[in-house]
């Protein structure tokens, strides 16, 4: 009786799991007598699904049954909860029911509370382009999965090149696969011989100008204008980013070791990226990041006002990589 509910807004990541799922779980040879998808919006998708899941499969394997774009896990009516409660414990062995949603279930719901009982709830969501630690361990997972071996180097390359794009990931893992169909472990030259960083971000721009590396800013700020990032985007996020970092050392050296609070304090949704904002900002002069926050706030009047976007941002940066030099 497996029941499974995939949920997250990385689509694409649901996409294979859902693949994966169907290739371990149905016979080729059946597979169109045993698969069925439901559109959650037609009418009676529910009580469709469920019909389908008690029948049992033709032939060898197992029936899969794939309700899409699922609210029922954001909302049901009284009748549905009732038809689940009676529904899915006495679901066929050979039978697998799927939900995909792209929203958070509802934990308080009574019918969230009957697929977590009986079945399988997992997240697909994208990892947060901060968390260079989980970034590099899906690199490894899908390369391991996609039978390309890789350096630990090696996988950092690629991880630090696609960031949390799982779609640009697979790709360039395919990618590899095909030019070194026969190598053995591939190495870090081999990757970014290969592999198109596309890493050349606000948030790379905003740790090279912590560090005071006017080149390495100037060639990330080239790289955003040349892939047509706005330039008021890019200043937009760099003032997230410095104001994030200001709040966390202002409450950091305030004594302040609740990371909830220091959380909320600083806008940050998740708690946990705390620990990492801690580390970044420990080596970093409140001074300094008081007047990076000045910088751009004349960066983004500048912008505004119609100069040249290149020689501005190349102007600021410069700037602002002078504040953390050592005087």
Not at 5 to 11: L, M, N, Q, R
Request: hydrophobic share 40%.
């Amino acid at each position: 009786m497996p029941i499974y509910v995939y949920w997250g807004e990385d689509e694409f990541a649901i996409a294979l799991a859902v693949r994966e799922l169907r290739d371990r779980s149905l016979d080729p040879s059946w597979s169109s007598f045993n698969y069925t998808d439901i559109l959650a919006d037609s009418p009676d998708a529910v009580i469709d699904a469920l019909n389908q899941a008690m029948t049992p499969p033709f032939g060898a394997g197992h029936r899969l049954v794939w309700l899409i774009n699922s609210s029922l896990l954001q909302q049901a009516s009284v009748e549905l909860v009732e038809q689940l409660e009676r529904t899915l414990p006495v679901l066929l062995d050979s039978s697998i029911l799927l939900l995909t949603l792209r929203g958070k279930p509802d934990k308080r719901l009574k019918s969230t509370k009957l697929f977590q009982k009986y079945g399988e709830l997992q997240e697909f969501s994208p990892i947060p382009p901060w968390d260079s630690a989980r970034l590099l361990q899906q690199a490894k997972q899908m390369a391991r999965k996609k039978g390309v071996k890789l350096t630990h180097r090696a996988a950092e390359v690629l991880s630090e090149s696609v960031g949390n794009d799982t779609r640009r990931l697979v790709q360039e893992l395919e990618k590899l696969s095909l030019y070194y169909p026969d190598e053995g472990i591939l190495n870090d030259i081999a990757v970014e011989r290969l592999v198109v960083s596309n890493t050349q971000t606000s948030f790379k721009l905003a740790e090279a100008i912590v560090r005071g590396d006017i080149d390495q800013s100037l060639s990330l700020v080239e790289g955003l204008l040349l892939g047509n990032e706005p330039a008021l985007k890019i200043s937009a996020t760099l003032v997230s980013q410095f104001r994030t970092w200001l709040w966390v050392k202002l409450m950091v050296r305030n004594g302040e070791s609740d990371n909830r609070a220091i959380a909320k304090a600083a806008g940050v949704s998740n708690p946990k990226r705390v620990y990492i904002l801690q580390k970044q900002v420990r080596s970093l002069r409140e001074e300094a990041l008081r007047k990076t926050l000045s910088q751009l706030l004349e960066l983004e009047w500048s912008l505004k006002q119609g100069y040249n976007e290149r020689e501005t941002l190349q102007m600021h940066a410069i700037a602002m990589c002078q504040l953390y030099q050592p005087s």
